[in-house]
Each structure stands twice: as structure tokens, then as C-alpha cells.
């Protein structure tokens, strides 16, 4: 048990819909990224936040957000989902010293029909 | 775009045998990482190598880097059944001080057949 939570472990839903996915990050780590793993992509980062400020943007579309609370756990956003969205979606969370070794949930996984 | 490559895409061997899989990247690095994957798991940190280090052990696992030839391998020796999953490497992007965009490859796919 990695210590980092992410609810829900499933979700089903429609083209077209949105939908939150949510991550609690170990006790103390600041910093909270999020990933996408679907079987033609790999691992892609998504975005990071620390300590509830964006810190690094990756391959995150526009019809995706996040944001990360004062109490440090973490949502991340998809809109107008497509059938291309259905992945892994994993959430992890790291300490705020080097070398930043990172945690990670044991995702939700996202299917849209 | 992506830093870390592995190879081989997949490996099979045999219970007790020992497992090589190997990490290319392109750019500087401050670290390199090694996670484990169990089948639609969440990724679990299995050893970090800076980037002055040449060589590093932690029980069964042996992981090199070869900064001039941007390149990493990992070894565990005696493999297990248990040892089946897919194995990543990680690079950091330099120059951030608080967390790292990490660059995670596409995996190698290890199983090993009791």
C-alpha cells in the first residue's frame, strides 16, 4: 500500500459526459501528478501541482483540469469525453526534497461507450 | 516527448533465471528510476541511481547508468514468478526545484514461468 488513495477504482460513462476523478496524496507529500496509461500511449504525465499551485503541464488536453485542495488531495477533470479517453488514469504523490521518488494510487479506470 | 525507452518490449525466462532489460534516454538527467507494474496496478518504486553513481544494489536488483551513452540497465538476478510485470524506467527533467516532471518509457513486459 502506497499510501496514496483514488477514488473511484472504476468509472463507466457516455461519450459527451465529464467526469472527477480523485486523489489523496501520502501523509506530508506536497506535491500530487497525475498520468494517463492507455495500451497504445504508455504512461503519459498529465500534470503536476504542489502544494495547490501548478507546477509542470504535460500532454493535458484542453478538455482536462485539475486542481489540487488545501488539504492536498487532488482532482482531476475530463469534459466531453471520447471513446479515446478510456484509459488508466493514476495519480501519484511525491516528497517536496530530491530525489522526488514518486508514489503512486492505484488508478481509476476510465470507460467511455 | 518521451525520454526513457526500454528494451526488449517483452522477455520470458524461466523461474531462477536472471532478467536484463535495458533504458535509453535522450537529454541530461538528475536520476533515473526504476518502477515495477503489476497488470492494471499502480506503479511501485523499485530503485533510483543518480546521476553520479555508476552502479547501485538493493537485494536482487542491479541497476547500471552510463550517462555518456545515456543508457540504463536493469538486472534481477534468481527471478521468481512473482517478479512477472512490467518494468519502467523514469527520467526527471533538470532544472526544477520543487518535484519533477518525470518521463516514463514504454515498459518492458517481463514474465517468468515457474
Known amino acids: 500500500d502506497s499510501g496514496v488513495t483514488q477514488t473511484p477504482k472504476h468509472l463507466i460513462t457516455a461519450t459527451g459526459q465529464r467526469v472527477t476523478l480523485r486523489c489523496s496524496p501520502r501523509?506530508?507529500?506536497?506535491?500530487v501528478y497525475w498520468y494517463q496509461q492507455s495500451l497504445d500511449q504508455g504512461l503519459q504525465f498529465l500534470i503536476q501541482y504542489y502544494n495547490g499551485e501548478e507546477r509542470a503541464k504535460g500532454n493535458i488536453l484542453e478538455r482536462f483540469s485539475a486542481q489540487q485542495f488545501p488539504d492536498l488531495h487532488s482532482e482531476l477533470n475530463l469534459s466531453s469525453l471520447e471513446l479515446g479517453d478510456s484509459a488508466l488514469y493514476f495519480c501519484?504523490?511525491?516528497?517536496?526534497?530530491?530525489?522526488?521518488?514518486?508514489?503512486f494510487g492505484p488508478g481509476t479506470r476510465l470507460t467511455v461507450t | 516527448s518521451q525520454q526513457g525507452e526500454e528494451d526488449p518490449q517483452a522477455l520470458s525466462i524461466q523461474e531462477g533465471e536472471n532478467a536484463t532489460m535495458n533504458c535509453s534516454y535522450k537529454t541530461s538527467i538528475n536520476n533515473l528510476q526504476w518502477y515495477r507494474q503489476n497488470s492494471g496496478r499502480g506503479l511501485v518504486h523499485l530503485i533510483l541511481?543518480?546521476?553520479?553513481?555508476r552502479e547501485k544494489h538493493s537485494g536482487r536488483l542491479r541497476v547500471t547508468l552510463d550517462t555518456s551513452k545515456k543508457s540504463s540497465s536493469l538486472l534481477i538476478t534468481a527471478s521468481r514468478a512473482a517478479d512477472t510485470a512490467s518494468y519502467f524506467c523514469a527520467t526527471d527533467a533538470p532544472g526544477r526545484r520543487t518535484g519533477n516532471q518525470f518521463y516514463f518509457g514504454t515498459g518492458t513486459s517481463l514474465t517468468v514461468i515457474p
Open positions: 501519484a504523490s511525491s516528497p517536496h526534497r530530491p530525489p522526488y521518488e514518486q508514489y
Open positions: 541511481i543518480r546521476s553520479n553513481e
Open positions: 501523509s506530508g507529500d506536497l506535491s
